[in-house]
């Protein structure tokens, strides 16, 4: 079995990322992650 190589992203790449997606994400040290869609009495509290 091959080693999963780390793939680290900079904010500008990221930035990149999300303005072509149709799906949000966050960003920590390097690592886009998926948001999961929310629901109407969540946008209600918030």
């Known amino acids: 079995?091959?080693?999963?190589?780390?793939i680290s992203f900079s904010v500008?790449?990221?930035?990149?990322?999300?303005?072509?997606?149709?799906?949000?994400?966050?960003y920590h040290n390097g690592v886009i992650y998926a948001l999961v869609g929310g629901t109407i009495k969540h946008a209600l509290l918030v």
Not at 1 to 6: C, G, H, I, L
Not at 12 to 26: C, D, F, V
């Open 1 to 6: 079995m091959k080693p999963v190589k780390n």
């Open 12 to 26: 500008a790449e990221y930035i990149q990322y999300e303005i072509g997606s149709n799906q949000k994400h966050e």
